[in-house]
Nanobody
Framework: QVQLAESGGGLVQPGGSLRLSCAASGRTFSSYAMGWFRQAPGKEREFAAAINWIGDSTYYADSVKGRFTISRDNAKNTVYLQMNSLKPEDKAVYYC?????????????????WGKGTQVTVSS
């Protein structure tokens, strides 16, 4: 069992940056692939970024590629999402998720545990 808690959301102006953190409980964090998803008002949850268990393989949605960076610190049981050059369309609730499957996972159905989310608002 893994419990996930996101933090770092907030209000930022267009072009600004935020770093989201996701702290995981449990001693087996390093064995999980991790991902970030987001859900905007009135829309379905969508994939944003993912990283494998060791942190040497990542994958990004086209909408965030080149602006967002996912990373992890297994010693701290934490995964991060650095978000730069934020746009109003990045406004959403951001969720982190953990998958027991190997590799990088981009489908929500492949994730076993979810956090409760953190709100990101991009507005001037």
């Amino acid at each position: 069992q893994v419990q996930l808690a996101e933090s770092g959301g907030g209000l930022v102006q267009p072009g600004g940056s935020l770093r989201l953190s996701c702290a995981a409980s449990g001693r087996t964090f390093s064995s999980y692939a991790m991902g970030w998803f987001r859900q905007a008002p009135g829309k379905e949850r969508e994939f944003a970024a993912a990283i494998n268990w060791i942190g040497d393989s990542t994958y990004y949605a086209d909408s965030v590629k080149g602006r967002f960076t996912i990373s992890r610190d297994n010693a701290k049981n934490t995964v991060y999402l650095q978000m730069n050059s934020l746009k109003p369309e990045d406004k959403a609730v951001y969720y982190c998720a953990a998958s027991r499957r190997a590799g990088v996972r981009i489908r929500a159905s492949e994730y076993d545990y979810w956090g409760k989310g953190t709100q990101v608002t991009v507005s001037s």
